[in-house]
């Protein structure tokens, strides 16, 4: 089995929303992980400062399975800090 490293942000997304990340303005988000050079900087940027304009990430506490967000973070090769900026800007309900 291959690496997911090299998948679109589009399977990146929906891993997120399987691991109980609901995503709010996201085709908004979407549309500007398309335009960016760098996908995964661009959700980094977005994730630690999207709030300002509407994008977040959110969660059930029941609904999230945070080692499932963070092995999908690994296997997209985000750095340990930024997986940790993600899971502090999860918004759990």
């Not at 050079?37 to 661009?42: F, P, S």
């Not at 506490?61 to 999230?64: H, T």
């Given at each position: 089995m291959g690496s997911l490293s090299h998948e679109s942000f589009e399977e990146f997304l929906d891993l997120l929303k399987a691991a109980g990340i609901s995503i709010t303005r996201?085709?908004?988000l979407r549309e500007r992980l398309a335009e960016a050079?760098?996908?995964?900087?661009?959700f980094m940027t977005l994730a630690a400062n999207g709030r300002s304009i509407g994008i977040r990430f959110q969660g059930e506490?029941?609904?999230?399975d945070e080692e499932r967000i963070r092995s999908t973070l690994a296997a997209f090769q985000f750095p340990e800090s930024s997986q940790q900026v993600f899971a502090a800007n999860i918004q759990i309900h």
């Open positions: 996201e085709n908004e050079q760098v996908w995964r900087y661009a506490d029941e609904s999230v």
